[in-house]
Each structure stands twice: as C-alpha cells, then as structure tokens.
C-alpha cells in the first residue's frame, strides 16, 4: 500500500498516494491543470511547459507533469504570472497552427481549441509559420496531417510505450516532425493500425481517415461497450449518429494499461452494415438457400430438432453473452433434451481452467509471467495482451516469458525461457522453494528432483520479490501454474481465445455429452451451430442449423440460417478473461429482421411448445477454487491454435470491412 501524502491546491485540502504528480493530484480534487503533452498512466516529461504551478516556499513555478506530491505541500494552480506564462504558451503554438477550427474535423474534441478559448486567443500575435508538410492518407485507417501536429509527443509515446515503436521525431526544434522510420507512409512501416495515437492525438494532426464531413465531436452519441472479437474482451467507446457508427475508440479508464483496442475492435464495425449480413431467415429450397419468414424457419427447425431429441447436438462460440449462454443451455436440456450441448471454448480450454482463474487487475501486477501464450499486436493474437504487458514492463514491471518456441514479446523479458513449459513452471517452484518460499509437502515432493537453470533462479527471484505477482497461462498449462499458487500469493490467470469463454463456462455452457469437436465430425442426427464458429466444412449431421450474423461457410452449407444480431447490436453481460463482469451495450438496432441469440431461443422454445425466460442478467464471475497440487504437464487435447481461432471467428469481419485491405497488403509484404 501506498503512503497517503496530504497537501492543499489551491486551497482544498487533498489527500493523494506518495508518487503521485500534481496534475494527477489535482485532478482527483477536481483542479484541472492545463497540459497538452501528459498522458494518465504515463512518466510527465514536461515539454508543452503549460502545467507550469506554484509551490509554496519554492524558488519559482514547476511542472506539475513531473513534480511528485509532497506532505504539506501548499500548491496554487493559478496565477496572473502562470496564466500569462500559459497564453504565451498557447499563442506561440497557434503562430505554427491552422487555425481552421470551423471547418476542422477535431472541433470540439481539440485540447488546443479548448485552451484558446480559455486564454480568449482569436488570432496568434506572433508571425504565422506554415511547413506545408505532405499528408499521409494513402491507408484506409489513419490520416496524419503533420501541419496540425503540436510536437506534444504524445503518439511517439504511447506507441513506444505499447512497444510498436513506429512513430519517432524527426528534426529538431519548431521544424520537427513526427515520422515513422525513413519517413515512410504509414502501411510501409511496422504500423498494427490499433490507432493508440488516435486515441492520444490532442489536436487533428492523427485522426481516423474517413471522418471528413461524418459529424463533429458534439453530434455524436457516447456509449461504451464491449469488443467481443478475442479473448481480451476491450472496452470500447462507439460515436453514433443518425443511427449508426461513425467510430469506435478504446474505452477503458485514462492511465490503464487496459485502454487499447486493435485495428478490428477499431474499424470492424463496418462489417455490419455489409453485403455479407443475414437479414431474414433462409431455407433452403431444391438444394438453394431462400429467404423466407421466421415463423416459417422456426417451425422447421422446431420440428426437427424435436424429432431429434437426445441425438440433437447444440455447438456455440464462447462469445455469445451471459444471457444468452443461459437460454441456450435451457432450451438444450429443458426442451430438447439433449445434453449434447458444447462451446468453442473446449477446443482449447477445459471448465476448471476458466471457472478456476483468479481476478486479476492488470494495472498492478509488478511481476507477470507468460506461459505458453504468445500474444502479438503484428499478428493481433490476444493484442491487448501484449500491449498491456508491454505497457507494464515500461511502467517498472517485470516480465518472464516461459514458451517452447520464440516470441517476440520475449524482447521485453527480463528473463526468458525457452523450452518445454511445464517443466519450466516446475523449475521455478523449486528455486522457489529453494529461496524461502512457504513450504507444501506434496509439490515439494514432486520437484525434488528437479534441475534449477540459471533463469529459473532468477525468475523465483523476482517472483519472490513482487507484491502483485500474476501469471497469464494458455489453460492446457492452468493446472501447473496454479501449483505455484501453493507457494505464495501468485495469481494465475488461463488465457481464453474469445471474448466470453470465462463467462459461458461459468454459465455451464459445457458438454454433458459429445464435446464440439465430435459434434462436428458427426455423431447427431440435427446439428444446431450458434455464433460465428471456427468450422468451415460442413459437419457430418442429417440437418444443420445455422444462427449467425454473416453468411460464413458455414451458413452456406446449412439447411437453415437464422439471422442473429451482432454483439454491437446485442445487451448483456459478459465475463472478461481477467475475472471481472463487463457491461455489452446494444448500440444500434440489429440489421434486417436480425435477432439476439436468446431472443432467437426463446422464439423456438415456444414453437417447441415449451417457453424458457430470459435472465434479467446473468453475472459470470466466480470466486477462484482453492488452489490443490496437480503434476506438472500440459493438459493433453487443449491444442487448438488460438491465433486460428480468432482468424476463423474473426473471417467475415475482416474480409467485409477496410480490413480487408490491410490483410491483403500484409500478404504483399510477407
């Protein structure tokens, strides 16, 4: 715990965590220090000079972006000699600005606009410079607009900080210039397109590169949500007008690692408004698939799956929300009758891998260990992950990478280790318990033969050390990393590939019967698939129901297709891989005659002739099981490849959206 430093800011009194810095401090008093260049979460490196304060008893002002709080600090934000020192400021910036603010796409959301305003500057009173600098808009994600650009360094940071490294100063002093490397349009650099510098930008110098004439900040409706493209489950910020999404930023809390959202989280939703949407249901009809009206298609598929019974097989994408996980499992046991009922989750996850995890908040760990998973922005597997690690690893945290092959997170490793995993895990309890960790007879035992290398000893070190130490794990090595629970207070956390694996498990979305996998090599006479699954082929099943969003492979095969609402346009409740119930909004209406996947369930239940009811909500989070000894080794049959996973769930996203673009300029370059 963190010392609590009192202290007063323009006279309130103000209680603040020792290390915390004055804007910060202020901040949480509700004292709004003017700055341009700090960014929450992040070390001030005061370069717009604009948080300048006065410090009682100090010899004159300071940076509030980089000056910590001390007891009995006596703190004025505002003076005439620091708001003059600030118009300056802001009017030397302005002489090098297009002062465009009418026709500008950023009006409204511009930081610099903001402060202007504040100073009552209309026009700079210093000579104008112009740099008539090229725009970069050759991609479709991102325009960059250097004329615009305050040198406030705010996307060269953030994206160093998230270890893309793309962006960098070129030149020095007012004729400096953020660029990628050789000065390169941003598709030809190392650029994920996540649009981090987006999110960081203050002015109009990075924006979104179809937003010209789609509204300003202030016709823009706000609502947070959700993405449910991967396992990392984002928060989101959607801006809606008229009805639909005009864009997507990363939701999450300013200053947390968290807040990040990749280029599918970003730009996906156009998808949804696609050619390759379902909007009403179809059968299909002397081989051909035709539309044709609900009521029709669910007395079909009513029909049939009724006639089937117990040799029904229900599979599902894990990242289906709480409450629909719920109906669906009702309307399997309940009315069909079957207990062949299963998620994807199973390809590479078992129930007490998920149910099992400890809640974990990412912005504290000070020790991470990453078993087996390979997470990658470049590849966007699990990218918030690697952000987010990364992001720790720059704010002071140790990272310890354990994998059989090489990653290339490993690079911000402080140790590495390369080779089987489990038997890694298993040298680390033994430097553990070689260095004083709280004893447990029966691991004891079973590492006593265990050789210790040198980056095992090194890794039990750190461990040893740390306050909040944490270990992210792909779940077929959960049962090993959970043992080094046993020896402290170490968190372990498996890894899901979707967005709601953790929450469809702890809903009890699991198979009493077939799992998925022999559900989709046959075994059941009707076979009814949910969600945008990792399955292309036709399974071998008499009769296949298809409830999805787009017409994937899948759906062309079916007999039946019905129309399901994308999570955009869906409500409920999901559970985030770190342990903690998220809020899905509906942000726009569904598509067509679309439906949630529970609303679609309780509509069949009731042409089954046996009605289920909704949940009001349906809360997934569960206390961790107390950790118990289980040998070191790697679950056998969890060896689904998630980077397929999501490649496969994610097909009709990325192949109907600007995306598309993006995965096909990578295959030029590969």
Avoid at 490 to 510: C, D, F, H, Q, Y
Wanted: hydrophobic share 40%.
């Amino acid at each position: 715990m963190s010392k609590t430093v009192n202290l007063t800011i323009d006279g309130k009194k103000v209680q603040a965590p020792e290390g915390t810095n004055l804007i910060d401090a202020a901040e949480s008093a509700g004292v709004h220090i003017p700055n341009l260049c700090y960014l929450k979460g992040m070390k001030g490196i005061g370069a717009c000079r604009l948080c300048l304060i006065e410090v009682e008893g100090g010899k004159g002002p300071v940076v509030g972006c980089i000056t910590k709080v001390k007891e009995g600090m006596v703190v004025k934000t505002v003076t005439d000699a620091i708001q003059d020192t600030r118009k300056f400021i802001i009017d030397l910036i302005l002489s090098m600005h297009p002062l465009d603010c009418m026709t500008c796409t950023k009006a409204g959301a511009c930081n610099l606009q903001q402060y202007a305003y504040d100073f009552e500057i209309k026009e700079s009173s210093l000579t104008r410079k112009k740099f008539g600098y090229p725009i970069d808009e050759a991609n479709p994600f991102i325009k960059r607009d250097p004329d615009y650009c305050i040198l406030c360094a705010r996307c060269v940071r953030v994206c160093r900080e998230q270890g893309t490294n793309v962006l960098d100063f070129m030149g020095r002093g007012v004729g400096a210039k953020v660029v990628t490397a050789m000065d390169k349009p941003l598709q030809e650099s190392e650029c994920t397109f996540c649009g981090s510098c987006v999110d960081a930008c203050p002015v109009n110098a990075l924006l979104e590169a179809d937003r010209w004439r789609k509204g300003r900040e202030w016709d823009y409706t706000k609502a947070a949500s959700v993405c449910m493209s991967c396992g990392n489950g984002c928060d989101i910020e959607v801006s809606l007008k008229d009805g639909g999404i005009v864009k997507i930023n990363a939701g999450a809390e300013d200053g947390s690692v968290e807040k990040y959202i990749c280029a599918i989280g970003r730009f996906g939703f156009e998808a949804g408004s696609s050619d390759a949407r379902i909007l009403a249901p179809m059968k299909r009809v002397k081989g051909e698939l035709k539309e044709t009206t609900w009521e029709d298609a669910l007395t079909v598929t009513a029909e049939k799956l009724k006639a089937a019974g117990s040799k029904a097989g229900i599979i599902s994408t894990a990242s289906i929300l709480n409450e629909d996980a719920v109906v669906l499992i009702k309307l399997a046991s309940d009315v069909i009758k079957t207990k062949n009922a299963d998620s994807s989750s199973s390809l590479y996850a078992d129930a007490n891998s998920l149910n099992s995890s400890d809640t974990v908040d990412l912005d504290s760990t000070d020790v991470i260990v990453l078993a087996g998973l390979n997470p990658s922005q470049w590849e966007r597997v699990l990218p918030a992950l690697d952000a987010g690690i990364r992001k720790r690893v720059s704010r002071g945290a140790k990272l310890i990478t354990i994998n059989s092959g090489e990653t290339r997170i490993s690079s911000a490793a402080a140790v590495s280790i390369q080779g089987d995993e489990a038997s890694a895990l298993a040298q680390i309890a033994k430097a553990l318990l070689n260095q004083g960790a709280k004893s447990f007879k029966e691991l004891e035992s079973a590492v006593s033969s265990v050789s210790v290398s040198e980056d095992g000893e090194k890794a039990a070190e750190l461990i040893l050390k740390a306050e909040n130490p944490a270990v992210f794990c792909s779940p077929s090595l959960f049962s090993a990393a959970r043992n080094l629970s046993l020896l402290g207070t170490i968190k372990v956390i498996a890894v899901p590939a979707e967005a709601n694996a953790r929450g469809v498990v702890s809903m009890g979305l699991t198979t009493g019967g077939k799992t998925f996998q022999e559900m989709i090599k046959g075994g059941v006479d009707v076979l009814y698939a949910v969600g945008e699954l990792p399955v292309t082929k036709k399974p071998d099943a008499g009769f296949l129901i298809a409830q999805t969003s787009y017409m994937t492979e899948l759906a062309k095969e079916a007999d039946i297709v019905l129309p399901a609402a994308t999570f955009l346009e869906s409500e409920g409740t999901i559970t985030g891989y770190l342990g903690k119930d998220k809020e899905v909004r509906q942000v726009i209406i569904p598509a067509g005659v679309s439906k949630q996947h529970k609303d679609i369930c309780i509509e069949l239940s009731k042409a089954m002739g046996s009605a289920v009811k909704a949940p009001a909500s349906a809360k997934g989070s569960v206390k961790a099981a107390k950790p118990s000894f289980s040998p070191f080794e790697k679950k056998a049959g969890l060896d689904a490849d998630p980077a397929a996973i999501m490649e496969s769930v994610n097909a009709s996203v990325v192949n109907h959206s600007k995306l598309l673009w993006l995965k096909e300029a990578q295959k030029a370059t590969a």
